[in-house]
């Protein structure tokens, strides 16, 4: 078992040479197993994507790359006409939205997904998600402020 965050097993050269996404899309679409981790916010929706990425990967304009991650690591691996993963176990772990409304105003859009189209596309992939019948665990972590700003900590159920 070899666990990949993708946020952190990008190299620095990738990140230069522009390899980063490419990557990330990658080791997702290799996964044998994928565990999602969703909150309230869509993530980061890139502006510009390279061709040859929109063509390896059938990039979708206006998804965030976390989207598109979940669909190269799972939705399109299941085989044809069933509820079966080809080559890949999956679950996911939810934030309840419940979870959010103890973080003080000032610090709510760091979050909450603020952008009206992309809080709609969160929902339609969390729905897509569930859809699929695929493992949730949801959970409701406490606010922490150890450092003057809060952040969600007693994540020790996972």
Not at 1 to 22: M, P, S, Y
Not at 69 to 76: A, L, P
Not at 86 to 114: I, L, N, W
Request: glycine letters at 6%; proline letters at 4%; hydrophobic letters at 40%.
């Amino acid at each position: 078992l070899v666990d990949i965050d993708l946020r952190w097993g990008v190299t620095e050269e990738e990140v230069q040479t522009g390899k980063a996404l490419e990557v990330c899309l990658r080791e997702a679409k290799q996964a044998n197993i994928f565990c999602g981790l969703l909150g309230a916010r869509y993530g980061w929706v890139p502006t510009v994507v390279p061709h040859d990425i929109q063509d390896a990967f059938q990039w979708k304009e206006n998804h965030s790359i976390t989207h598109m991650e979940i669909q190269e690591g799972v939705m399109r691996r299941f085989m044809p006409h069933s509820d079966v993963l080809d080559g890949c176990r999956a679950f996911f772990c939810m934030r309840e939205d419940s979870a959010t409304s103890k973080v003080p105003s000032k610090y709510v859009e760091q979050f909450v997904e603020s952008d009206t189209q992309r809080l709609a596309s969160l929902h339609a992939l969390k729905r897509e998600i569930k859809a699929r019948k695929l493992p949730i665990i949801s959970y409701e972590p406490r606010i922490e402020f150890g450092s003057g700003f809060p952040r969600f900590g007693d994540l020790e159920s996972f």
